[in-house]
């Protein structure tokens, strides 16, 4: 059973940067497509960005486009999400989610298209 732990949040000041790392136990993330969601109180899970299998084909949310980047190191295997230029709406309970992909140059947009979740980490952005 896949597992993930999320880690690298915190709190920065407004444009500022951060890197979050979800770190795969239990399976090889090699034929995983895997991606990142965030969420606030009251809201429904945001797709901020995705990656294929390979690592070829990457995802963005329009809000966080030239700001973000998202990558992923399967001999680790971790995912990382780089975040540059920070800016309040960016606060946020980020979580890594992963899923079996079949055609590794497939990623995935929607959260009820994953199977594996991590538990979460903080992303407080201050004005």
């Known amino acids: 059973q896949l597992q993930l732990v999320e880690s690298g949040g915190g709190l920065v000041q407004s444009g500022g940067s951060l890197r979050l790392s979800c770190e795969a136990s239990?399976?090889?993330?090699?034929?995983?497509?895997v991606g990142w969601f965030r969420q606030t109180p009251g809201k429904e899970h945001e797709g901020v960005s995705c990656?294929?299998?390979?690592?070829?084909?990457?995802n963005y949310a329009d809000s966080v486009k030239g700001r973000f980047t998202i990558s992923r190191d399967n001999a680790k295997p971790t995912l990382y999400l780089q975040m540059n230029n920070l800016k309040p709406e960016d606060t946020a309970v980020y979580y890594c989610?992963?899923?079996?992909?079949?055609?590794?140059?497939?990623?995935?947009?929607?959260?009820?298209?994953?199977?594996?979740w991590g538990q979460g980490t903080q992303v407080t952005v201050s004005s």
């Open positions: 989610a992963a899923r079996v992909s079949g055609i590794r140059r497939e990623y995935f947009v929607y959260d009820h298209e994953y199977d594996y």
């Open positions: 239990g399976d090889t993330l090699e034929y995983h497509s």
């Open positions: 990656i294929s299998a390979s690592g070829g084909n990457t």
